[in-house]
């Protein structure tokens, strides 16, 4: 039987979702109740060199505003600190903490247990079928995680 396209659209949105949703009540039942996935896309963003609204917005592709709001949750989350900067006075620069990294390597953790789960459920060898035939339509990087608005919203 041949179904509709947006059925498959669905069903990739579907699956996308339940593992996000089990990531991020298994991250809370871990302590981690405050990290949502937008919020790992800008750790990630500061730990690749981002240290600064601008540069933060610049590499999630949203304005300098939408960044310095997201700083202000990280800081007030204790993901992210806001360090002078020695040589300028003026300038800040941000760092993520290691609450940020322990919060991020739990939700890495939590996904592969997850996968794990799914190679039980339908088979390892299935598992690695579908992820081959789903890279042959998105390509090895798949989506670019640390633009937000590339997966779904919180």
């Known amino acids: 039987m041949t179904r509709a396209g947006p059925h498959l659209a669905l069903l990739l949105l579907g699956s996308y979702r339940k593992l996000v949703d089990a990531a991020q009540r298994e991250l809370a039942d871990r302590g981690y109740g405050s990290m949502r996935s937008s919020l790992h896309y800008a750790i990630s963003a500061i730990d690749r060199g981002a240290t600064s609204a601008s540069e933060l917005g610049r590499a999630l592709s949203v304005t300098k505003q939408a960044a310095a709001k997201t700083i202000t949750i990280l800081v007030e989350r204790g993901y992210v600190v806001v360090d002078q900067d020695p040589t300028d006075r003026r300038r800040r ?5 290691e609450l940020g990294h322990r919060a991020t390597t739990e939700g890495e953790a939590i996904f592969d247990e997850l996968r794990a789960q799914w190679a039980d459920r339908i088979g390892a060898e299935a598992l690695d079928r579908l992820e081959a035939q789903l ?3 998105v390509g090895d990087d798949g989506i670019r ?5 590339a997966a779904s919203a919180d």
């Open 93 to 97: 620069s941000l760092r993520v903490t």
């Open 135 to 137: 890279t042959e339509f």
């Open 145 to 149: 995680l640390e633009k937000p608005g």
